[in-house]
């Protein structure tokens, strides 16, 4: 069997083209459309709860934008970097604890207690990675696992009951009087009050990772995944980009912890479990990781059939069969395959207006 | 400390040996990790559980291992053939996914409950041990894994099969060249380690009881006594089994919320000091 | 002929209780071609791993323009001018050509890219990824990312490899042409006996790990000791 390579997006498109943004051509005007769109797409997006009134398809949104972010720190890192982690569980955890601990433990404001939780999770990103990012393949995998399993055993031990309420958890508690950024501990819950923030962080760590995937380190990682003797060959130390690439990754999964601990007023083990950790990979990967949005869509889905299916208790069935049938069929995913069909649909359409 | 709480590490140490056993010849003849051991383990409990009644425990311990195998060989021939040409990682996670169907359809057709299976009634009584009385069945599953463990052993180490798996374990390229017949061994060793998970799973029925969560609570002790005892290394990972059943059983009377991380820190450390494992070669 | 730009001291690589390579010494001066041949397991790729610092080495040291640089990473040895090339190409697959020539080139500081890419004729498919182009082509950007950026020395293990022998003959030529241009030292180790007698200026040959006869072309082809190890293993 060969070393892990995952589809990249010259897997997708038939013809390749080099890397997006290398095109020769008036760049300018080209870069300019694309802020514009995203700048579009942004302020219509806040626009959600205008359109969508129901509480719980706004829900459903909400919970998926803050899961898409913890997907997408997984995608980023399997797809550019080849490291596949089952452990980003760890910094989602420890920042959403983090936060839960400094507001209603120590009483620090929201907005201080949520910076200092991302920083947490961020310093023990860079931890982490430094010890691990050296490990290939499997034993990185396994490396990962370990290290959320760890976190999660101590997140129920009960020598530590003072500071994280074991088995059950911490009701987050704000200070009285604090708000965070103009809204109450009460509108936080508020999936129509909580969409503008988790909207805007989305959409920034969308940005923020596709601009990197873009530049020259995206490149640098890249060779690095897909051949890291060689890259060395070339003068390169590969150590650092790589961790480099694993804190970014450990941050956004950090700020999806502190969202996630947010808008749940609530924290439990159930952020450092085994199912989360495993259902976050299954979400980026289902939702095609070789692009910024396919785990974020990914995200939506999943959190959509927790919705649907958690009363059944079905929904670890469905997870499982996607991610068989994604790993066979549409290595991709879905907007691998929701592309290539698109690529296919209009090369038909034009052959057939040619003729 | 008692001879009865390190016994009790023993007879632990003792199932993981044999399902670790299992995982450790896949992983070393396939190089993949496979993540539905555990739903295979706990198939056989099940399994054992439905069973029981009709052709009581020693029937069960025979039907359990087959059944298991039957699983083991449908994953070699529906999963492990097909995406021979993927890569480790990928191949894992579909074994990862296929352990969340199995684990949810056995709770769709067995339920949700904990079920209680009852040990072989020559077994029921308490064996003299030292002066104090012990579960006459916890002692026949640390005999049951002594048996397997030196039959296993024997086979790998004077059979011709067992010179082959160990040859293809090393080299597949070369074992091929040479004439080993990689398919039909693949397929030996899915058998054989599922009917080790199911032997253990079986064992496992009336000690630990048949629960919807025995899949996943034993699938990381397993995965990390496999990768500290090193890649495909059988007699590795037995090894490990046995020191980290004993250590865990005992700890958690001393020690318990420093003892629940020991696996994870043993495999941490071992992974990052000598990625192959203590015994095997290279993780990946 | 320039200072030495390369040297091996006394050379040697031990795996458990094998010498792979056991008291092997070369120079090669700028612009010097120097091949090394040998039968099979003769220790040439070993000898190339401890030179580019691939593999440790269990006695001797490297040296570069004067420069001890035995305990040096590889990293560091390619910044500093020397680079290799691999028996088995190793390429970045998913990458496109120009992309990983570009790779190379901003770690390299190499400012004419477009000379290499010439030279190696990799114009054709700069967009392409390189998985999809045939072995050949991708052999000649594994070479080319080895000359990219100006190295003083190269080391290029069987450049020729899974060629035709016309191919091979064509790499070698444009080998020694890039080499006698910008004045860089090479190590050629190769298969095509005549090829390298044909385009090197000196030669050693190795046999089960150790030099048995080192010098111009002509004297080692005359070689009563070269002759009898190259037939002997034949036989």
Redesign the interface.
């Known amino acids: ?5 995952p589809p ?1 997006e ?1 897997d997708q498109d038939p013809v ?4 997006p943004g ?1 095109r020769r051509g008036p760049r300018v005007s080209r870069r300019a459309w694309r802020a514009a769109a995203v700048v579009a797409v942004f302020v219509i997006g806040l626009g959600l709860p205008v359109v969508v009134s129901n509480p719980y398809y706004l829900g459903i949104a909400t919970d998926g934008a803050v899961l898409g972010i913890l997907a997408l720190s997984i995608g980023f890192l399997a797809s550019r970097c080849g490291l ?1 982690s089952l452990g980003h569980t760890t910094f989602f955890g420890l920042a959403a604890y983090t936060f839960a601990i400094s507001t209603t433990n120590w009483g620090w404001a929201p907005l201080v207690a949520a910076l200092f939780a991302v920083l947490v999770g961020s310093a023990v990103g860079a931890l982490v990675g430094a ?2 990012v050296r ?5 990185f ?3 990962t ?3 959320g ?2 976190f999660y ?2 997140s129920v ?4 009951r003072p500071l994280t309420g074991t088995y059950d958890g911490i009701p987050i508690i704000y200070a009285d009087g604090q708000t965070m950024l103009g809204r109450d501990q009460a509108d936080m819950g508020d999936a129509s009050q909580f969409w503008p923030i988790a909207w805007t962080v989305l959409i920034g760590f969308v940005v923020v990772v596709t601009l990197v995937t873009r530049s ?1 380190f995206g ?2 990682i ?2 690095v ?3 890291e ?10 150590f650092t980009p790589r961790l480099l690439a694993f804190m970014l990754s450990a941050t956004g999964a950090s700020v999806a912890g502190v969202l996630f601990a947010l808008k749940a007023n609530y924290v439990s083990p159930n952020v450092f479990s ?1 199912v989360t950790a ?1 259902d976050s ?2 979400a980026a ?1 289902v939702g095609g990781w070789t692009t910024a949005v396919g785990p974020v869509i990914g995200a939506v889905l999943y959190v959509f059939g927790q919705s649907e299916l958690g009363a059944t ?2 929904l ?2 469905f ?6 049938v994604t ?2 069929f549409l290595r991709t995913g879905i907007v691998g395959a929701l592309t290539s069909l698109w690529s296919l649909a209009r090369r038909v359409l034009l052959t057939r207006r040619t003729r | 400390m008692s001879i009865a709480n390190l016994l009790n590490g023993v007879a632990f140490g003792a199932l993981l040996l044999i399902l670790s056993s299992g995982l450790a010849l896949i992983y070393g003849l396939r190089g993949v990790i496979n993540f539905s051991h555990g739903a295979l383990y706990m198939l056989g409990a099940y399994v054992a559980y439905q069973s029981v009644g009709a052709l009581g425990f020693w029937g069960a311990l025979v039907v359990a291992p087959l059944v298991v195998a039957v699983a083991g060989v449908a994953l070699e021939l529906g999963v492990f053939r097909p995406l021979e040409h993927r890569s480790h990682v990928e191949v894992g996670l579909v074994t990862f996914g296929l352990a969340m169907i199995i684990e949810r359809v056995i709770v769709l057709i067995w339920g949700e409950d904990t079920l209680p299976v009852e040990g072989p009634g020559g077994l029921a009584g308490t064996v003299s041990v030292f002066g104090s009385g012990y579960p006459a069945y916890r002692l026949f599953i640390i005999a049951t894994a002594a048996v397997m463990a030196v039959g296993l052993f024997v086979w790998l180490q004077r059979s011709r099969t067992g010179l082959h798996i160990r040859a293809t374990s090393q080299d597949p390229e070369m074992a091929e060249i040479l004439g080993v017949n990689v398919s039909r061994l693949s397929l030996l060793v899915m058998a054989v380690g599922g009917a080790l998970a199911g032997v253990a799973g079986a064992l496992a029925a009336p000690y630990f009881s048949v629960q919807p969560s025995m899949g996943q609570a034993i699938l990381i002790p397993v995965l990390i006594v496999v990768v500290v005892g090193g890649v495909g290394s059988v007699g590795g990972a037995m090894t490990a089994a046995l020191v980290l059943g004993i250590g865990q059983t005992l700890g958690n009377v001393w020690a318990p919320s420093v003892t629940v991380l020991l696996p994870y820190v043993l495999v941490i450390g071992v992974l990052l000091w000598r990625p192959t494992g203590i015994a095997g070669k290279r993780v990946v | 002929m320039n200072q030495a730009v390369l040297s091996a001291d006394e050379v040697g690589v031990s795996y458990g209780g094998l010498r792979a390579v056991d008291g092997v010494s070369l120079t090669v001066a700028g612009g010097e071609l120097h091949g090394v041949i040998g039968p099979n397991g003769a220790g040439k790729s070993t000898f190339m791993d401890a030179l580019s610092g691939r593999c440790k080495l269990s006695a001797g040291s490297v040296s570069l323009g004067g420069e001890d640089v035995t305990g040096r990473s590889v990293q560091w040895r390619r910044r500093n001018g020397m680079s290799r090339s691999f028996q088995r190409t190793s390429v970045f697959p998913g990458l496109t050509v120009r992309d990983q020539l570009e790779f190379v080139a901003d770690l390299t500081h190499e400012t004419e890219l477009d000379l290499v890419i010439e030279a190696l004729g990799l114009g054709d498919f700069l967009d392409v990824t390189c998985s999809s182009i045939s072995y050949g082509d991708q052999r000649s950007v594994d070479i080319a990312m080895a000359l990219i950026g100006r190295p003083t020395v190269v080391l290029l293990d069987e450049p020729g490899a899974g060629l035709t022998k016309e191919e091979s003959a064509r790499m070698l030529d444009h080998i020694r042409g890039l080499c006698r241009e910008r004045e860089v030292a090479a190590v050629l180790v190769e298969h095509d006996v005549e090829g390298v007698f044909r385009v090197c200026d000196t030669i050693t040959v190795l046999d089960r790990g150790v030099v048995i006869a080192s010098g111009l072309p002509a004297d080692v082809r005359a070689d009563p000791q070269v002759i009898s190890a190259y037939l002997g293993s034949e036989a």
């Open positions: 069997m060969t070393t892990f390579s990249t010259a390749p083209s080099g890397r290398a596949i010890a691990i490990t290939p393949g499997i034993g995998l396994v490396l696992l370990a290290i399993q760890a055993q101590l031990q009960t020598a530590l020259r490149r640098t890249e060779a995944r897909e051949n003797e060689r890259a060395r060959f070339s003068g390169l130390n590969t085994f495993g990979v299954i990967l208790g079905n670890q069935l997870t499982g069969i996607a991610l068989v790993i066979a």
